[in-house]
């Protein structure tokens, strides 16, 4: 084992903004306040402390509301999301971060401390800023 390579953490890479919305609002007023589109992902709030938080991808909205011939106005985001989500601590290895998406087939997941969104972490983040050698600031198409 090489003991030499450095350790990346999560935390390292992730992107720090992340829409966090009311699973009660439509999707046409969800998109409308996005202040973090670059993330192409909406997270759905819990409801009280033992709930649990859901994902909403810009391609679930694409798939089940514009391709279903559904009203964003009509559609509340909590119709659409995926609940629970799966997430990643902040001090992991994004080695491990890595295999997670991979056997789940996710392209990214946020990031939770204590119960607590911090973030979001894509493969794109991972490569991007997390590759040894490599390093890059975060560009607003990469996700």
């Known amino acids: 084992m090489n003991h030499d390579i ?6 390292e890479v992730m992107k720090p903004g992340v829409d966090i919305v009311d699973g009660m609002m439509t999707v046409a007023a969800v998109l409308g ?3 973090h589109p670059e993330t192409r ?3 759905v709030d819990k409801r009280h402390a033992d709930d649990e938080y859901g994902i909403v991808m810009l391609s679930d909205i694409a798939r089940k509301v514009m ?5 964003a106005d009509r559609v509340n985001i909590y119709e659409i999301m995926s609940k629970p989500v799966i997430s990643v601590h902040p001090a992991m290895d994004v080695r491990y971060c890595v295999n997670l998406l991979d056997r789940f087939g996710l392209s990214r997941v946020p990031v939770v401390d204590n119960g607590k969104i911090l973030g ?6 991972i490569v991007l800023k997390g590759m040894p050698g490599f390093h890059r600031e975060e560009s607003a198409t990469a996700t």
Do not use: C, E, N, P
Not at 6 to 11: G, N, S
Not at 67 to 71: C, I, Q, T, V, Y
């Open 6 to 11: 450095k350790v990346i953490r999560v935390r």
């Open 33 to 35: 306040a996005m202040q």
């Open 41 to 43: 992902t909406i997270i």
């Open 67 to 71: 391709a279903a011939g559904r009203s």
């Open 120 to 125: 979001l972490v894509s493969y794109s983040d």
